[in-house]
């Protein structure tokens, strides 16, 4: 393609990759959607453009304007002479191997490794990106190319090191609202004398992420790697937020680029985002909560443990030593969504075990305990109790309310303190008899509806669960800090119905 | 998330979604990789803006700069008040049905037009509209939904109506260098007395479309639709470019986002895009060009077949009488590869058919002859016979004559007076013995790195072909306008080594 001559006007632009010409160019008619390559007469070095526009009455015909990073870089000043030159489109050096994958070619751990590379340093285009998204999406990656993508992935970004240290870990793959057993779990691990520097993330989907709930009891969750292993020194215990730390960069690309605007979250993907981070934090013993149930992401407990056996080889080619608790996510956890509701009745289930709802202290409790046994803490099959009597006994409430502090929360808990949103609304049963069915996604949508994360006092409260209930009697209780938004959440419940109640016609044909 | 209030500006600026705000804006921050909603404060009105760019010494603090038409639909002018919102990631409302797609639910008529409105009216973002292509190669639309894709494409652009006249037509699915069959089809056809206006295209991976070697002949390609049927009134037959005619423009958008980058073009995509462009063409008669070997599209006639079959049924529901030439394309038609080259060779087997290459005479009249048969004017198995002697009688070529000044070329026929690049070079055969295969990828790229197809003078010619040659005897010869390019693509030739000789030595291990 034709090169063409223009002389350079240096202007503050951003963002700096922009290149203005005058509103009649035809340059930008013929560059739209494409790259610009500039190069200087002088010295013949180049930059690449990503933008052009037009603009009437700021450069003359024959003029580029260009940002002072860009004339910079170029060694040119206002006037000198530029050519400019149209180019075709240029893929990322390591798409080769995204289009061999989905013809079925197996890819190697260097391949692999040039795909990460280009996505880090912004060299894959984000058509690109979704190409590798869609292919895993329908042509999962083997046990051998996961392992080499979460190692990949890991090698990429920050890796702090506990040295000798053995480090636990709990995760939840997530699709269930409510939960918020890591409040509970990290305690009960940290208080038993093992090292838990739990990294956990804001919500993309849900109603409130781990930190998010952290925040809304007040607590800091961006922390430096040297701030982590120096509190973890003294507590055991930490819950913080992952993304400030640069863990897995590529993994938080994919996420904001294509996984949640696409709404996709391929199997193998899931898998080495998970194991990637914990590389990255040098975990040693994972405990996995795989939720499994109608509206999670696993339908049935056929596939969950499917999942749980390929998680379980991939960590241990990694390094880790992983089990996985199936667990029932067919309903939320606890009667609470929303962070503020949450950290209120995470901190209520550590203060007063025995008055807490079962689906959040007894799972907790569980997974705990796996993670008590794999330590040798506790005896085959003695990890459950080992792990009540943490909770029971208030030594998980002290070392939360140690951990609270040390992450610049208040001094002491109290549920009380934490604020809810302050408009609220109840809903009533609709007939008497049992609550049979709680649709997750249309609950979690109404909390979101509330404002919920962002708005942290938001969220829904289930005063009855799976329950007896008489007509009338309120059953969920909804709030926001915003009367607009209250509305909003009232009238998308009613169009979606989350609760299914036996005594309920169905349908009328 | 909150409004903040701005005062407008208008320019003469393009893309006009762009807005433009003062250098320390904090808004540009806020709205990187983010739509803006602005909304009139008088009216509220509202629009969507999908770049954002930083300006200094052009606006003031607090002022947005938008564009003309943008400030018309919100019926807004200089310094008006409106309110700018940063919006989150919103996908295009039809996206649900790719989703719902990629988990193997068929879409209904309702479901494709929606998502092709969404591409036309840029409403779908480039990851979206990946995810429709990777869904496509990954699980082929049935021949319903091919067949409502190609009615929502046609529909969502121009269609030429060429009133009661039965519009024929002869189509290529690619894949083979030096297909230019399409000159010699259409003055056949319309020799013939019968309505053949072809649209075609300019290369994207080939080293030249048909429209880029009848730019070489000296032809203008881009008409508008009345012109098309004013000439064609005369003519009969016409080749344009149909890239000027805004038919099927989601198809053109698709392609050039989407699958040319990524290099992927789905089977169902292919047989909607052909279509698509055929109803928009008003086309009754197809004869479609089936490529067929190694380096082709198809790699089995098995494939080939079943693409045929399939073809024409989805043609039959959409009211065209289809028939597909299963040809052979594991070599290059003729020997000349590159515009010029290929316009010389076109006119010469018009001119001399008898002393042409057998594989662009015999190809031509075979397809010629189906057409002939579809309309009647030939028996059954009597088209290839006419289509011969129209060929060889030189009504043919007196018929292109008619067409090539009818769009704007010389007046007389003369293929010495085409302009072949002025720097050559030749290649010679290693060794004596037969030349028994031709890679048509790798004579591809070496004729593109030779500059084909914007230098129309760049290609490749093969002076011996699947023949027996002695050892030292030149067998092809590279064309080019730029002696660095010709030494590229004699660089890429001793790469690529794109001829296999019989006697040759294949590996030493």
Known sequence: MSTMTYNVRVFDIMPENTAIVHFTEQLYALAKNRKLKIESHSNRK????????????LLKPKEIGISKSLAHELKVSDG????????????????????????????????????????????????????LILTLYFKEFDISEITDLARSIAEHGEIIDFGDNIVFDKHSIGGVPGNKVSLLIVPIIAAAGLLIPKTSSRAITSPSGTADTMEAIGC???????EIKKITK??????????????????????????????????SMMMASILAKKIAMNVNYLVLDIPTGKGTKMASQEEAAVFARDFKEIARRLGIRAESGITYGGTPVGHAIGPALEAREAIEALLHPASAPKSLTVKSCRLAGILL?????????????????????????????????EQHGPETLDPNSIELGQYTAEIMAPSEGWIVEIDNKAITEV???????????????????????????????????????????????????????????????
Chains 1, 2 share one sequence.
């Open 234 to 267: 003294k507590t055991k215990g930490m819950i913080v937020w992952g993304g400030s730390l640069n863990l897995a960069p590529a993994d938080d690309i994919l996420i904001s680029k294509v996984e949640y605007p696409l709404k996709i979250n391929p199997r």
């Open 373 to 405: 046994e794999i330590s040798g803490k506790a005896l085959e099959g003695q990890g459950y109790n080992m792990a009540k009597e943490i909770l029971y006994s208030g030594k998980a409430a002290q070392k939360f309310a140690e951990i609270v502090r």
């Open 447 to 509: 909390a979101r509806a509330a404002g919920a994360p962002y708005d942290k006092g938001a969220g829904v409260y289930f005063i009855k669960k799976i329950d007896s209930v008489n007509a009338g009697e309120p059953i969920i209780r909804i709030y926001s800090n915003s009367e607009s938004r209250l509305d909003a959440a009232l009238a998308l419940y009613q169009q979606l119905q989350p609760i299914t109640m036996e005594s309920m016609l169905l349908n009328r044909i």
């Open 80 to 131: 000198e002479e530029v050519s400019v030159e149209i180019l075709s489109y240029t893929p990322a050096d390591s798409y080769t191997f995204i289009r061999k994958r989905m013809d079925g070619v197996t890819l190697t751990k260097k391949e692999i490794d040039a795909i990460i590379d280009d996505i880090v340093n912004t060299r894959m285009s984000d058509i690109e990106m979704t190409s």
């Open 46 to 57: 180049g930059v690449y453009i990503e933008h052009i526009i037009c603009l009437k009455n």
């Open 220 to 226: 800091q969750v961006s922390f430096t790697a040297d």
